[in-house]
Nanobody, 123 residues
């Protein structure tokens, strides 16, 4: 069993920055993949970014590429999402997720999910 707890959400002005954190506990096998997804009101959950356990492979949604950076610090058992140049359309609840055998943008591939943290970007 893996537990995930997100933090760092809040209110930020357009063009500003925010860093989300996701602390994991429990057993994760070597080779796990961590991801961030988001869900805005009235919309389906969408992929944001993912990273492999060693941190040397990342994947981003086109909508955040060049603005967001995902990183994994195994010593801290934490994955981060650095959000720069945020836009009002980035407003959503952000979730982190972990998979032991899937690397990609499909939410169905991830086994464990956090409760989410709200990010609101004002214009």
């Amino acid at each position: 069993q893996v537990q995930l707890v997100e933090s760092g959400g809040g209110l930020v002005q357009a063009g500003g920055s925010l860093r989300l954190s996701c602390a994991r506990s429990g057993r994760t096998n070597r080779g796990f993949v961590m991801a961030w997804f988001r869900q805005a009101p009235g919309r389906e959950r969408e992929f944001v970014a993912c990273i492999n356990w060693s941190g040397d492979s990342t994947l981003y949604a086109d909508s955040v590429k060049g603005r967001f950076t995902i990183s994994n610090v195994n010593a801290q058992a934490t994955v981060y999402l650095q959000m720069n140049s945020v836009k009002p359309e980035d407003t959503a609840v952000y979730y982190c997720a972990v998979s032991h055998d899937y690397y990609g943008a499909g939410s169905a591939g991830y086994e464990y999910w956090g409760q989410g943290t709200q990010v609101t970007v004002s214009s």
